[in-house]
Nanobody
Framework: QVQMVESGGGLVQAGASLSLTCAAS????????MAWFRQAPGKEREFVAA????????NYADVVKGRFTISRDNAKSTVYLQMSSLKPEDTAVYYC????????????????WGQGTQVTVSS
C-alpha cells in the first residue's frame, strides 16, 4: 500500500498561482503512476492531471491544459501540481491518487487516494 498526504491548498484570488504537494509513503513511490483529481461542491470528482512512473508521460484535462503542470520527484516520493491563472471554477477539493498503471484519466485505474486539500479561488 501507499499513503498520501496533500498540502498547499488555500484561498487565492483569480489569476493567482498555487502549488500543491502530495507526499507519499509506503511502497516504493516509483512503481506508481500518480494523478490529481478534484471535486467541487455538488459535482462529481473529475480528472485534473496525471504523470507516469518515470515522470516523462503526462496527461491533462482540457480545462487545465496550459495552466497546470504536474511533476514528480521519485527520490522524495512526492508529486506536485503547479497551478497558475487560477479561476473561480478551479475551486474544489484536490485529491492525490496512485495507481499501478497510467497516466490515465479514469478514476478506476487508481487504487490509493489521499484525503484532499481545499483550493478556493475568489473572483
Amino acid at each position: 500500500q501507499v499513503q498520501m498526504v496533500e498540502s498547499g491548498g488555500g484561498l487565492v484570488q483569480a489569476g493567482a498561482s498555487l502549488s500543491l504537494t502530495c507526499a507519499a509513503s509506503g511502497r516504493p513511490f516509483s512503481v506508481y503512476a500518480m494523478a490529481w483529481f478534484r471535486q467541487a461542491p455538488g459535482k462529481e470528482r473529475e480528472f485534473v492531471a496525471a504523470i507516469g512512473r518515470n515522470g516523462t508521460d503526462t496527461n491533462y484535462a482540457d480545462v487545465v491544459k496550459g495552466r497546470f503542470t504536474i511533476s514528480r520527484d521519485n527520490a522524495k516520493s512526492t508529486v506536485y501540481l503547479q497551478m497558475s491563472s487560477l479561476k473561480p471554477e478551479d475551486t474544489a477539493v484536490y485529491y492525490c491518487a496512485a495507481g499501478i498503471t497510467g497516466p490515465f484519466s479514469y478514476q478506476g485505474y487508481y487504487q490509493y487516494w489521499g484525503q484532499g486539500t481545499q483550493v478556493t479561488v475568489s473572483s
